[in-house]
């Protein structure tokens, strides 16, 4: 059976894992927050279609999807919204925008520390 190894921590090695916790708590706050945001913007912009109200513009939803809100659009094109799912550039660019954010978190975790 081996024997456990422990390793002798210093103080520096505590404030570089607190710092990278911390950095990967903030982006999963941030994340959480911002998709949250974007699902309850594409309900607002469904309401509004429904009753010929004040829009959304459809750059300012690729933009919160651009910032890390991906998840949330797409959400919100699916059931019970369906909002702007039959829109070709929807369908396509947030799926890839989904692809970019992730791609994007993963190397900010990464290297971030």
Same mark, same amino acid.
């Given at each position: 059976?081996?024997?456990? *190894?422990?390793?002798?921590?210093? /103080?520096?090695? !505590?404030?570089?894992?607190?710092?990278?916790?911390?950095?990967?708590? !903030?982006?999963?706050?941030?994340?959480? =927050?911002?998709? &949250?945001?974007?699902? @309850?913007?594409?309900?607002?912009?469904?309401?509004?279609? *429904?009753? /010929?109200?004040? #829009?959304?513009?459809?750059?300012?939803? !690729?933009?919160?999807? !651009?910032?890390?809100?991906?998840?949330?659009?797409? &959400?919100?094109?699916?059931?019970? @919204?369906?909002? *702007?799912?039959?829109?070709? *550039?929807? #369908?396509?660019?947030?799926?890839?925008?989904?692809? @970019?954010?992730? =791609? =994007? @978190?993963?190397?900010?975790? /990464?290297? &971030?520390?």
């Amino acid at each position: 059976m081996p024997q456990a *190894k422990y390793i002798e921590a210093t /103080k520096n090695d !505590f404030i570089y894992t607190t710092t990278i916790e911390t950095y990967f708590y !903030f982006i999963l706050a941030y994340l959480i =927050v911002l998709n &949250l945001i974007a699902y @309850v913007i594409m309900w607002y912009d469904k309401i509004q279609s *429904k009753n /010929k109200g004040n #829009r959304i513009a459809e750059n300012t939803l !690729f933009f919160i999807a !651009f910032i890390g809100g991906a998840l949330g659009i797409y &959400l919100g094109m699916k059931a019970p @919204v369906n909002h *702007k799912s039959a829109k070709l *550039k929807f #369908r396509i660019g947030i799926p890839l925008l989904i692809l @970019v954010n992730g =791609v =994007v @978190v993963y190397f900010a975790i /990464k290297y &971030l520390g």
